[in-house]
């Protein structure tokens, strides 16, 4: 069965920079869609990054993370990779890597088949 296995979390000062990996299992990773969620205690989850693994191009990104994340793939590893910089202490949450064959993007983080059990991000 399809797994997702996050890593790369921990705590950073604001400004620091982690960067988180998904490394996926019984997955056709170079077809589909891998994001990053997140979701901070009492808030709802929200979109961070997608990108469409097929080409690498089609990438989405919220906009409050533009310009200070980067979401990036290994076929050959089958990992998906969140480099993120400038961190700020909003940024704050557990990180879910999801991956779904059809859907690519934000907006409808439900629409995401597989998930994996996150990562925490704590940004002071």
């Known amino acids: 069965h399809v797994q997702l296995v996050e890593s790369g979390g921990g705590s950073v000062q604001a400004g620091g920079s982690l960067r988180l990996s998904c490394a996926a299992s019984?997955?056709?990773?170079?077809?589909?869609?891998m994001g990053w969620f997140r979701q901070a205690p009492g808030k709802e989850r929200e979109g961070v990054a997608a990108i469409y693994t097929g080409d690498a191009r089609t990438v989405y990104y919220a906009d409050s993370v533009k310009g200070r994340f980067t979401i990036s793939p290994d076929n050959e590893k089958n990992t998906v990779y969140l480099q993120m910089n400038s961190l700020k202490p909003e940024d704050t949450a557990m990180y879910y890597c999801?991956?779904?064959?059809?859907?690519?993007?934000?907006?409808?983080?439900?629409?995401?088949?597989?998930w994996g059990q996150g990562t925490q991000v704590t940004v002071s």
């Open positions: 019984a997955y056709t990773f170079s077809s589909g869609c």
């Open positions: 999801a991956a779904d064959r059809r859907y690519c993007g934000l907006e409808y983080s439900s629409l995401f088949r597989y």
